[in-house]
């Protein structure tokens, strides 16, 4: 059965309230196709985990300049004004985590883990409220793992069956997200037929894949 659908479907799969998953840093990974369909959709109330907010005009951070977002999980947001305008306001509420532990947070959630255990933030504001664990002498922060309704991926080359590379820099957080959500929609910049990809090539299996966007 084909995995292609439209960017029009795409977008109507995301409800009022749902938790999504976007990859990308700064909107390098992004798929950037589907976000700003998003971003004029009207949807509200996300829950958005992502690494940062990238601008106000680009990538996710045009969920935050619409106010469609209510809660973040981020590591950043200094390239984007709205998002620490919103914060300071008290419109939007924000999780802030060291970009190595939200990494290991969806990580967590896609290998079915309870958390994992760091001393990334121990002493600030990021343990506060959080489970300490001593193993062997030592105090970890428990870092609870991340999931998400519907995760939205960029990949640089894909086949029809929905195997996926990355090039570069634009991996970061995609695979990971792939592997922690209820349903993956994948943006594919180069398209091949099935078997042109080396499987050893491949970051992400298509039976991860639910959606591929038409191009």
């Known amino acids: 059965m084909s995995k292609f659908i439209s960017i029009e479907e795409a ?19 992004t798929p950037n196709k589907i976000v700003d369909a998003l971003a004029k959709s009207g949807v509200k109330n996300l829950t958005l985990i992502c690494n940062d907010t990238a601008y106000p005009d680009k990538g996710v951070g045009q969920l935050i300049a619409n106010k469609q977002v209510k809660k973040l999980f981020v590591s950043h947001i200094g390239t ?12 939007l509420e924000i ?5 190595g532990s939200l990494a290991e947070r969806v990580r967590a959630g896609g ?8 001393q ?22 428990l870092e609870k793992p991340l999931r998400a309704d519907i995760a939205l991926v960029g990949a ?25 959500a209820d349903l993956v929609i ?9 078997g042109e990809i ?9 039976i991860m894949v639910d959606f591929i966007i038409e191009n």
């Open 156 to 180: 640089s080359l894909g086949d029809k069956a929905g195997n996926l590379v990355y090039r570069g820099t634009s991996q970061n957080f995609n695979p990971l997200m792939a592997s922690a």
């Open 11 to 29: 977008v109507s799969k995301v409800k009022d309230g749902m938790t999504i998953m976007v990859g990308g840093f700064l909107a390098n990974g």
């Open 186 to 194: 994948a943006e594919i910049n180069e398209l091949v037929e099935v």
């Open 111 to 118: 290998c079915g883990l309870g958390g994992i255990l760091t």
């Open 95 to 99: 999780e802030f985590c060291p970009q």
């Open 80 to 91: 984007n004004p709205h998002t620490s305008e919103q914060m300071n306001s008290g419109e």
């Open 198 to 206: 080396a499987a050893e090539n491949v970051k992400t299996p298509s």
């Open 120 to 141: 990334t933030g121990m002493g600030t504001i990021v343990a506060e409220g959080k489970q300490i664990v001593n193993v062997d002498g030592k105090d970890y922060l």
